[in-house]
T-cell receptor, first 115, second 111 residues
């Protein structure tokens, strides 16, 4: 069965620090998709990135970067030069197969960036 | 572009009262639709999903039900609310690239 673990419940950093949010997943499928979502205090989940299991290239989008490593079943998320607006709960999620309606979320990591 | 709407944003209901939360999607046809619940400080739990009108799949047995009367409308209901139904309810739709986009959510407090 698919499972996502975000071991870090809460992280607190000072503005401009770099921070990495960890995500470890379990699946028996060879085809799967990994996601990161951001949940600001307003509550809405904001999609950040999707990765399929056949693409292990790391990705960078501005201050955000993602490190996908199948060998360790991890999909970690790094924010460089954090800002107060990055404060939110971040969720990692996994969906097995191509047309699977069951997307499993991790418990989330609450990131607080202090000025 | 596609948009998803949920209402109401906040709801306070007494125990034993009925519930109806509505979700509509614009800008796409025949989307897969989802209802999730997020308990305070917890992750998301999939409650129901629908692949078409009248087609509902339940992931967790509970006091809730869902219906899809129209292609882009998804409704979450309960006949009698329990205290344990309190939480943050999110509706989502899925793109052809397997990405789910979420509505703004409904914060339900059952007192």
């Amino acid at each position: 069965a698919q499972k996502v673990t975000q071991a870090q419940t809460e992280i607190s950093v000072v503005e401009k620090e770099d921070v990495t949010l960890d995500c470890v997943y379990e699946t028996r499928d060879t085809t799967y998709y990994l996601f990161w979502y951001k949940q600001p205090p307003s509550g809405e989940l904001v999609f950040l990135i999707r990765r399929n299991s056949f693409d292990e290239q790391n990705e960078i989008s501005g201050r955000y970067s993602w490190n996908f490593q199948k060998s360790t079943s991890s999909f970690n998320f790094t924010i460089t030069a954090s800002q107060v607006v990055d404060s939110a709960v971040y969720f990692c999620a996994l969906s097995e197969g191509y047309n699977n309606n069951d997307m499993r979320f991790g418990a989330g990591t609450r990131l607080t960036v202090k000025p | 572009s596609q948009t998803i709407h949920q209402w109401p944003a906040t709801l306070v209901q007494p125990v034993g009262s009925p519930l109806s939360l509505e979700c509509t999607v614009e800008g796409t046809s025949n989307p897969n639709l989802y209802w999730y619940r997020q308990a305070a400080g917890r992750g998301l739990q999939l409650l129901f999903y629908s692949v078409g009108i009248g087609q509902i799949s339940s992931e967790v047995p509970q006091n809730l039900s869902a219906s899809r009367p129209q292609d882009r409308q998804f409704i979450l209901s309960s006949k009698k609310l329990l205290l344990s139904d309190s939480g943050f309810y999110l509706c989502a739709w899925r793109t052809g690239r397997n990405i789910q986009y979420f509505g703004a959510g409904t914060r339900l407090s059952v007192l």
